[in-house]
């Protein structure tokens, strides 16, 4: 490269660089092989506005391609790149390497990379490898959900705190010895009660979830499930659910990791873009709960939304 065409290519790295959806790109695909399919998937996106900028990857001389049967799989050239460029990507990479916006892309390139190991193992696995897909087609899937409930203790007392329309609160219904659902919204309730019509253990209340009207440690458990992010207090939201509690009582929480959508925020209505695992713990130890932990959980395919953070707390057993 010439003294003059320098300015020209550190213009052209850059121009590359400066688009964030891009940097997204080359961050997926430093470490991995992937197709359009896949990187759709992961960063949500249109076609359409993957594979034009992966051309233009591909024509600036960051992108490598093969042909795999009808798809083509794109890898990032790492050894080959000019060593500027090369200080320049690893710089711009850092700069937005904690970023919400590329640990969700993290979490769904994390389940598509597990999404083919599965492939391959039902492969070589024969016909046990088609054993799910028999049992889904033949029993469906619901079962493992009823079995799953079926180990909750069945004299429980459970509030589902932000219970909306009532899913979470009638499938309980049939496992426990009580559930009391709680929603600020009329119309979640009305819904509600047409769901769980003929449950005569549910109870639901029109309350603030700031002041619900819940007795004191009168409840084994409580869940508060994609709520969160629509309060605006949510320390007084964590210390209702915490003194309904009774004493060695579990909460159980589930709200969307921190991201950077604006638009699917106001979409939704939200005051908030969710929580970092460690901001939700941090939470739950300032409701006075103990053995608080969150993790990531793994995004579903298909889904649109961002990733999901279950986080668990319980009330500390009494003292005799």
């Not at 009580?178 to 109870?203: F, P, Q, Y």
């Not at 901001?279 to 969150?294: F, N, P, Y």
Request: hydrophobic content about 45%; charged content about 25%; some cysteine.
């Amino acid at each position: 490269m010439t003294v003059l065409d320098q300015p020209r290519a550190l213009t052209s790295w850059m121009e590359v660089l400066a688009d964030p959806t891009r940097l997204r790109l080359l961050r997926l695909l430093e470490r991995h092989e992937l197709g359009v399919t896949d990187l759709c998937d992961i960063v949500q996106m249109p076609q359409s506005t993957v594979s034009r900028h992966l051309k233009l990857l591909a024509e600036g001389g960051w992108l490598q391609q093969r042909r795999r049967a009808t798809a083509n799989l794109y890898r990032m050239i790492v050894d080959d790149v000019a060593p500027a460029a090369k200080r320049l990507w690893t710089l711009s990479r850092d700069q937005v390497a904690d970023s919400p916006m590329f640990r969700q892309d993290q979490l769904r390139l994390r389940r598509r990379l597990e999404q083919r190991k599965a492939g391959a193992s039902a492969f070589f696995a024969g016909a046990a490898g088609q054993w799910d897909r028999i049992r889904e087609e033949q029993y469906g899937s619901q079962f493992v959900f009823e079995a799953m409930l079926a180990l909750l203790p069945s004299h429980w007392t459970v509030a589902d705190l932000g219970c909306g329309t009532g899913q979470i609160t009638a499938a309980l219904a049939g496992h426990v010895s009580r559930v009391i659902g709680v929603d600020a919204s009329e119309a979640m309730l009305r819904a509600a009660r047409k769901r769980t019509t003929g449950h005569k253990n549910v109870t639901l209340r029109r309350d603030d979830l700031e002041a619900v009207g819940i007795e004191d440690s009168s409840c084994d458990a409580a869940l508060i499930v994609l709520v969160l992010t629509y309060v605006a207090d949510v320390p007084s939201v964590l210390s209702e659910a915490a003194r309904i509690l009774r004493h060695g009582g579990r909460l159980v929480v589930v709200d969307l990791l921190r991201h950077d959508r604006e638009d699917f925020r106001r979409q939704m209505g939200q005051e908030l873009r969710g929580f970092e695992t460690t901001e939700l713990v941090d939470l739950l130890k300032d409701t006075g709960l103990s053995h608080a932990g969150a993790r990531h959980l793994t995004p579903e395919p298909n889904v649109k939304g961002p990733a999901l953070v279950l986080a668990t707390a319980e009330k500390s057993k009494a003292v005799a």
